[in-house]
């Protein structure tokens, strides 16, 4: 059967004291509302729309990639009238419509392929998830009637004192026959305690015309929606655990899940251990075999296998197979390490290329370079790429020496096989094979001490 979803998603969350719109808040890297779209397309549901009102622009363009259909609440009115606004979307549709709200990112793939089975299985014309909750203050009730069927959804505010006792909730999360809901739509007044068009009331108005409401229980926890900072740290932390089980689950080790920080797009390969501190971000890939000791920061890198890194800072680059970093090391956007090199404490790179087996072992800088393999550099070599107005690249080929506290001042470039002295400021290209030393020769000046009078 056709299947096609809607997200609402126009709400604005007052309660998120927040310039962003709710939906667009991060969960583990990722925007609440593309969770949602992401979980859809797992189950193949390509038609995708999503209601957009406050906040429009932000949100589609925060969702643009995934290729969604977008309808515009100028005003909410509610959840019903939500779901109106997007009868462009389904209109000339036959089949399922899933609705979701892009406020509630721990919903499952499973539960959403078990839920619209149950739904055209059970020849539904709408179907709920449901909870039972201890204390189920803020949630429409579900009130069934004496053969157990559902009846009506009633909302908190309009409850009476015996339907307050009701512990059953509507999670939000429904299954509606196309046709059936835009048929109810037309009926859905406002005439309730928040003078609303609920899209719970579609409920009362199918039963009322003798139509069968499924339900199906899902976790509470999977429906969980954010209403404000604190629930979006509580979702985070649930999201945070699903995701480091499952890397756990395929291999991974992790010392200390809670705390430990790993974004949803993160790939991990098997045998790689990963100690307390660790965040992981963006579409981080880390191979097998790696050991990420304590306290680093990777965003959006590559790290091949059997790398070590530890309390280091890792944006944008690529690190080669076997190669160890830090402690301490900050490695900056659009930088390559090679295979087996060495990239020590205190050492910045920016932007450059570094070849396998080169070794920068300690507080150094190399930006806008271009570095060969086997090189070694001594401590405290810093790349002079910045005359105060603009940058220049620096070359440094294969199998150089670069001595202990020497500038290199760029644009240069240093040629394969060749020695710098150590202290050197470094202006002029290094042919190969050559010993470069740009400093003062040294002078000793004998009896010096005794002759000043200085000998303690
Ligand atoms: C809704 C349900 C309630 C259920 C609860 C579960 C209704 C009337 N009630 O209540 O039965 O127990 O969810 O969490 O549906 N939105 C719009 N446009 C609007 C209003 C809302 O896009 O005009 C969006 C919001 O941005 C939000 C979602 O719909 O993401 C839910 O709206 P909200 O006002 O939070 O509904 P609840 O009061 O939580
Ligand atoms: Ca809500």
């Not at 959006?300 to 070590?308: A, C, F, G, L, M």
Request: glycine residues 10%; neutral net charge; contains cysteine.
């Amino acid at each position: 059967m056709y299947k096609c979803a809607l997200i609402l998603a126009a709400g604005k969350g007052k309660r998120m004291k927040s310039d962003l719109p709710k939906v667009l808040h991060k969960v583990c890297g990722k925007e609440m509302v593309n969770h949602v779209i992401d979980v859809l397309r797992t189950v193949n549901i390509e038609d995708v729309g999503v209601i957009v009102g406050k906040g429009a622009e932000k949100v589609k363009e925060a969702t643009e990639a995934r290729n969604v259909v977008y309808s515009l609440q100028e005003e909410q009115l509610g959840t019903g009238h939500a779901v109106m606004c997007a009868k462009n979307f389904l209109k000339n549709k036959t089949g399922t419509v899933a609705v979701f709200t892009g406020d509630a990112p721990l919903i499952t793939d499973e539960t959403v392929k078990k839920f619209i089975e149950f739904h055209e299985e059970g020849g539904f014309k709408a179907t709920i998830l449901t909870s039972i909750l201890e204390n189920p203050t803020g949630y429409g009730r579900v009130i069934r009637n004496k053969k157990d069927e559902v009846k009506r959804i009633v909302e908190h505010k309009d409850c009476s004192d015996k339907e307050l006792k009701v512990k059953e909730i509507n999670a939000g999360m429904y299954c509606f026959d196309i046709i059936s809901l835009l048929e109810s739509l037309e009926k859905l007044d406002n005439n309730n305690a928040q003078g609303e068009y609920y899209i719970t009331d579609v409920i009362g108005i199918l039963e009322k015309e003798d139509q069968k409401i499924g339900a199906i229980p899902v976790p509470f926890e999977e429906t969980l929606g954010v209403n404000s900072r604190v629930e979006l740290s509580q979702v985070e932390r649930l999201m945070r655990n699903r995701i480091n089980i499952k890397h756990m689950e395929n291999g991974v080790t992790i010392t200390d899940p809670n705390n430990t920080y790993i974004d949803s797009e993160v790939e991990i390969g098997s045998n790689t251990i990963i100690y307390p501190g660790n965040v992981l971000e963006g579409s981080t890939i880390i191979e097998e075999g790696c050991i990420l000791y304590p306290n680093s920061r990777i965003s959006n890198s590559v790290i091949e296998r059997d790398v070590v890194i530890q309390n280091s800072v890792v944006l944008d680059s690529k690190i080669g197979e076997g190669t160890t970093v830090g402690p301490f090391a900050y490695i900056r956007p659009d930088s390559t390490i090679g295979k087996n090199a060495r990239i020590g404490d205190f050492v910045e790179i920016k932007k450059s290329t570094i070849g396998d087996d080169t070794k920068v072992s300690h507080l150094t800088y190399i930006g806008d370079a271009e570095v060969g393999s086997g090189c070694n550099f001594g401590c405290g070599t810093v790349v002079v790429n910045y005359d105060g107005k603009n940058k220049h690249k620096t070359i440094i080929g294969n199998n150089s020496f670069i001595g202990c506290n020497t500038n290199l001042v760029s644009p240069v470039k240093i040629e394969d096989n060749t020695y710098i002295a150590a202290g050197s400021t470094i202006t002029k290209q290094v042919p190969k094979g050559t010993l470069a030393i740009a400093r003062a020769k040294q002078v000793n000046i004998e009896g010096w001490v005794d002759k000043k009078g200085m000998r303690k």
